[in-house]
């Protein structure tokens, strides 16, 4: 196998790593690779900080080992190699009937990536997590090709799901798919005027999906408002696709400065009617409504950008506020920023769902940004919540353990199951998530 030297980013495109690279397309290619040279799997590196990076180490990219190896179509069992993406397997069997049950923003997530991020979607409240419908994870660790499953060797299973990669390399899983009718969406729209009613609407929804569009430039009484956006399957004729755009260059400064968001954002509030508005929408259209502008990262420019998330207790909903008064009044915030009601559902140690409230805020790389998210991490560590690995690039290791009541019994048995350190990564580094010290 050529190893290939190889600078690549993750999403936020604010940290990078440099490392040799090898592209395995043949699951015996994979094998000899995990056997002869143990390191970190990697997909499309849509994880937003450094979960995917390993400086000055070696890689294996899992893009190329996306075939699926079986499929029970009474039962909607799917085997998969690691590498697939979970928008290829909504395109593949949505017209046969069945969906991922849980999928995440967007289509270009491999499912090695969902699993070891135990990602969630628009369907929490209902589904639980990504994890919660996986029933069985192929692992690779040395010459060692072990299948874990909820009830064999059942503490490793717990280990992966959410546990970025640290267990070994997931060469194949097999995933309880749910039905669905069709390959549509009925999708209805409607506005809140302000955070109250914003967390109420989330609160009383009864759809299968549900997720809430935030302004975070609208301060005073507006403070809140936006769009909550509920949506069911359904079958139907398909809507016509969207031509995929992309953002061929790093987009310059001014584009994201705070009056042109507050602009953008006062439009795509009036958008929907104040009666609201329901429409037919394709699946991919609805999940993964970014992945029609292709490289949309580059649109906060060459220096990136950091995606705050967290998600605090039902009983936290004014520390939330703060939180977002803070966003509000700092004027640093970009139009992509979404608060979903989750439920308890969680399948590892280390997984981020909790039954509350989710903030998901992109911001600009810039210091007054670094201060912020610096700030409201001290406020979720204060409301009892917790970060989302998948998308942290600045959290300190002491208020990412307190956040993980979990994290020991974790970091014991990966250290016990990789006693090399062999899958450390940039991120497990910077937190030193593999010590398994409590925190006082």
Known sequence: MVW?????????RVLTATADMARPERARNLTAIAADTPCPAIGNCRSYGDASLNDGGRVIDMTRMNRIIDFDQEAGVVAVEAGITIGDLAHVFAPRGWLPAVMPGTGFATIGGCIAHDVHGKNHHNEGSFGQHVLSITLLNGEKRTVASPKRNSALFRATIGGIGQTGVIAEAKLQLKPCPGDVMMVTERRAAGWD???????????????????TTATGGDLGRGIIEEAELAAGLLPKAKTPKSVPINAPGFALSNPIVRSFNAAYYRRVPASGRSTVKRIDDFFFPLDKIHDWNKLYGKRGFYQFQNVVGLDQTDALKAMLELVAGAGLSSPLAVLKRMGPGRAGHMS????????AVDFPAKPAAVELISMLEDMTVDAGGRLYLAKDALASGSAIKAMYPEHADWAKLINKTDPEGRFETDMTRRLDLRSAEEQS
């Open 352 to 359: 981020f769902p909790m039954e509350g409230y989710t903030l």
């Open 197 to 215: 009613e914003h967390i109420s609407l989330l609160d009383q929804s009864r759809a299968t999906y549900c997720v809430g569009w935030l302004d």
């Open 4 to 12: 290939k030297n190889s600078t690549y980013a993750g999403w936020g």
